[in-house]
């Protein structure tokens, strides 16, 4: 029983390992859609005027919003492959 948890959790790491690189990579261009925002002139910039702008910081903050998401989602699949691993090693809770 010790070495099929031992598997597991040699799984579940390289998995949480996959999805950190995933993340990482989403990270990347949300650092990447800042930078170029920043770089925008503060006047008149050609953006195809008021919609342009606005359609342009829309797709800024969606990037931003899922990378957010995406952190809370591996925070919850980490917490859960955890638990499920010490309940089958029947590791005491120390809360």
Known sequence: MQNLLTEVAVHLSHSHQHMARIMDAKRQVAVR????????????????GLDGLLEGSADVTKNIIAYVVGLADMHDALADSLEQIVKAANIPDEE
């Open 33 to 48: 859609m800042s930078q170029m925002v920043t770089a925008l002139p503060d006047m008149h910039p050609e953006l195809n």
